[in-house]
């Protein structure tokens, strides 16, 4: 199997390589990555001296690039992570997530057709589906609901899916597509809530919590995301969507007193800042097709992932010191001093 995986040098893509070496050493993995300021090679480094891995810097919206690459690699399967994937920096400059996220998955779709990959796979999100109440506890996000995204990150990867979808149909391209519920775990960039909390609970600095803190998300371990998206490219039916998700919903408030517990920090740390514009309320899957169809289950407990994933950052303070030292203080300046 000749697999590219686009953004592996990201969170999810990172850890998805990292999944697919060690269950299949005899795949040969090509990453395409454009080291935006998401994207870390530190994480891959270890990776350089194993022959079935190969490391390519590009922009997947960047057609001649991605077009000779193609024509020299003959990929079979193409799982395309690269996205601007951050919601708050989506409102406050829309412009590149719809080139990267958009126009790069048109980009990488035309090229799987030109050269005749038998299997495109998108990595969604929920987040297309909008949100749900907070007091409808018994409603969930299914593959045929509608979508209604919120924020310009979620339009985007609601327009990547339909633009997937109808190229599925239109060209017949081998297309699948996953919309996953919030990940956590190593190598996550510290903008997100989970890393940024462990990182200020560790400096004892304030934890920025929006609005009432009320707001609900669905975690899963992202491990349990690499095992769902390798079953989904190997046993999936071409043209269908794919909900991942493990029924683990909490409340942000919630996750950061866990973190805070965990850590042995005083929830005094906590900071109530001004809101996300449009904010979500609700993202909770309902995860029974995979299951049905594919037989996947999530393996990993809450408790114990975030376990693991607190033990991890104390254990790599080196990969999230030179992240927090540079350019990513500018961003966090900006996004929660006038909060
Ligand atoms: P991330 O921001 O950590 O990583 C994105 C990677 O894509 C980075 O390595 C970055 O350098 C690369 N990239 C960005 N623009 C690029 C471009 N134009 N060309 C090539 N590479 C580019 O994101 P993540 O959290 O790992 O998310 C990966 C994918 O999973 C995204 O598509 C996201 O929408 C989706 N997703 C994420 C979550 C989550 O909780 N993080 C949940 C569901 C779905
Ligand atoms: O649901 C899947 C999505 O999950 C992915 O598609 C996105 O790429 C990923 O970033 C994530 O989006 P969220 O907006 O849910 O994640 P984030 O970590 O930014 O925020 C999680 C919740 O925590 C959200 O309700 C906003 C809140 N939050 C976030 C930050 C960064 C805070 O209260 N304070 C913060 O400082």
Redesign the pocket.
């Known amino acids: 199997m000749k697999l590219l995986v686009?953004?592996?040098?990201?969170?999810?893509?990172?850890?998805f390589v990292y999944y697919m070496l060690e269950k299949y050493p005899e795949y040969d993995i090509t990453v395409?990555?454009?080291?935006?300021?998401?994207?870390?090679y530190d994480t891959l480094q270890p990776l350089e001296s194993n022959p079935h891995f190969r490391f390519v810097r590009?922009?997947?919206?960047?057609r001649e690039a991605v077009f000779r690459l193609f024509e020299e690699s003959g990929f079979d399967t193409v799982v395309?992570?690269?996205?601007?994937?951050?919601v708050d920096r989506s409102i406050e400059d829309p412009g590149?997530f719809l080139?990267?996220?958009i126009l790069?998955t048109q980009v990488l779709m035309d090229a799987c057709r030109a050269f005749g990959v038998g299997r495109f796979h998108?990595?969604?999100?929920?987040?297309v589906y909008g949100d749900l109440p907070l007091d409808r506890p018994d409603l969930f996000f299914t593959e045929d609901m509608p979508l209604t995204a919120s924020s310009p990150?979620s339009a985007s990867?609601a327009s990547?899916d339909l633009l997937a979808l109808a190229y599925h149909r239109t060209y017949g391209l081998p297309v699948t597509i996953?919309?996953?519920?919030?990940?956590?775990g190593p190598?996550?960039?510290p903008e997100?809530l989970i890393p940024l909390m462990i990182i200020n609970a560790l400096n004892d600095k304030p934890l920025p919590v929006y609005g009432t803190g009320e707001n609900v998300r669905d975690w899963?371990y992202?491990r349990d995301?690499c095992s769902a998206i390798d079953l989904v490219i190997h046993n999936g039916r071409v043209g269908e969507v794919y909900n991942?998700g493990g029924h683990n919903e909490r409340t942000n408030l919630a996750v950061v007193k866990a973190i805070l517990k965990h850590l042995g920090k005083p929830e005094s740390l906590i900071t109530f800042v001004g809101d996300r514009k449009g904010h979500d309320l609700r993202y909770a899957i309902d995860p029974t097709k995979i299951h049905n169809e594919l037989g996947w289950l999530p393996e990993t407990r809450f408790e114990d992932g975030l376990k693991l994933t607190i033990d991890w950052y104390l254990d790599n303070k080196d990969w999230w010191e030179k992240i927090v030292s540079g350019e990513y203080m500018e961003y966090y300046d900006r996004m929660y001093s006038n909060r």
């Open positions: 686009t953004g592996g040098a990201g969170f999810i893509g990172s850890n395409l990555d454009k080291l935006t300021y998401a994207g870390n590009a922009d997947i919206a960047d395309n992570f690269a996205a601007e994937s951050h590149i080139r990267t996220n790069g998108q990595v969604g999100t929920d987040e990150y990867k990547a996953s919309r996953c519920s919030n990940n956590y190598y996550h960039f997100k899963l992202v995301h991942i």
